[in-house]
């Protein structure tokens, strides 16, 4: 049973582009959350998909946006990309108790 | 703002011996807790979580304790080793007995480095 997978890997982007990564759920799970974690600090939530909607939303401006799919699997968009977007992008699986991991995908803004 | 902090950014300690990790939270309305281990180039690893109406938790090798009066929770990780390097994060989750089961709210994390 494959785990949460985030594609691509690494991604290299300039200033003002835009960015589309994606996630597809551990088997079974049907809520998806993304967040960013910088360098050297902890994940920050960006958004949660449940049943194809944004169920929640942390503080991140309306360039983030989101869909998910009947798949369950996700994607992440991010406009007018900028120097600060640079992180390290995390989708999470859950169940009602667990939130599973992938293992990220590199945005390095340039 | 909500936060959850770690005391200690880096923690050194022997192989075999025993190790503790401290958090700090700031909302006193969280009602569930998790550890996470982070390795270098992976996502957060689930290890143990807990549910504001109980204390102590255990797996294996790991335990976690919970004082809500202080709002500290601690991860001891027992005959440490050095599988166990990492960077390691609590996160609360907010109001989850209410019904919301998605925010986690990560602390700046903690190194845990394990000497041979």
């Known amino acids: 049973d494959a785990g949460v997978t985030q594609s691509p890997t690494h991604l290299i982007k300039t200033r003002g582009q835009q960015v589309t990564l994606r996630c597809s759920p551990k088997s079974g799970h049907d809520t998806v959350s993304w967040y960013q974690q910088a360098l050297g600090q902890g994940p920050q939530f960006i958004f949660q998909y449940y049943e194809e909607e944004e169920r929640q939303r942390g503080n991140f401006p309306d360039r983030f946006s989101g869909h998910q799919f009947p798949n369950y699997s996700s994607e992440l968009n991010v406009n007018a990309l900028l120097l600060g977007d640079s992180a390290l992008y995390l989708c999470a699986s859950q169940t009602y108790n667990e939130q599973f991991f992938g293992p990220g995908t590199r945005l390095t803004v340039l | 703002g909500e936060s959850v902090g770690l005391h200690l950014p880096t923690l050194s300690v022997q192989e075999g011996d025993n190790s503790i990790i401290n958090c700090a939270y700031s909302?006193?309305?969280?009602?569930?807790f998790i550890w996470y281990k982070q390795e270098s180039g992976k996502g957060p690893q689930f290890i143990i979580d807990?549910?504001?109406?109980?204390d102590k938790r255990q797996g294996q090798r790991v335990t976690v304790l919970l004082n809500k009066t202080v709002k500290h929770l601690s991860l001891q990780i027992a005959a440490t080793q050095p599988g166990d390097s990492a960077v390691y994060f609590c996160?609360?989750?907010?109001?989850?007995?209410?019904?919301?089961?998605?925010?986690?709210?990560f602390g700046q994390g903690t190194t845990l480095q394990v000497k041979p």
């Open positions: 807990i549910r504001s109406n109980m």
């Open positions: 996160a609360e989750n907010p109001g989850h007995g209410s019904g919301n089961t998605g925010k986690l709210i």
């Open positions: 909302n006193s309305a969280s009602d569930y």
